[in-house]
Nanobody
């Protein structure tokens, strides 16, 4: 497994922006697709976005399309989630994970090496 450390969370007002980072240890980061998930209190973990190993292909849940952008820098072993036009319903703990199975992009069981998460709170 690889170790993943998320950062960049915080509290913002509706309409604000945050940029999450996920730093990975190890030398195989560039070999794997990566994903972001989130979990709000009392809810199940939800897929947010994913990016292929080379960064060419990206995938988003419908609720964040046009507002969030996933990207990666393999030289820095880091994947990012730029979140714009944030809404209160985006409030959650955000996790990054490494995709290890090819069956789907949005199922948590296809990912491993979950980070500890970073809290995002959107409130006025």
């Amino acid at each position: 497994q690889v170790q993943l450390v998320e950062s960049g969370g915080g509290s913002v007002q509706p309409g604000g922006s945050l940029r999450l980072s996920c730093a990975a240890s190890g030398r195989t980061f560039g070999n794997y697709a990566m994903g972001w998930f989130r979990q709000a209190p009392g809810k199940e973990r939800e897929f947010v976005a994913a990016i292929s190993w080379g960064g060419r292909n990206t995938y988003y849940v419908d609720s964040v399309k046009g507002r969030f952008t996933i990207s990666r820098d393999n030289a820095k072993n880091t994947v990012y989630l730029q979140m714009n036009s944030l809404k209160p319903e985006d409030t959650a703990v955000y996790y990054c994970a490494r995709r290890i199975y090819d069956s789907s992009w949005n199922e948590a069981h296809d990912y491993d090496s979950w980070g500890q998460g970073t809290q995002v709170t959107v409130s006025s």
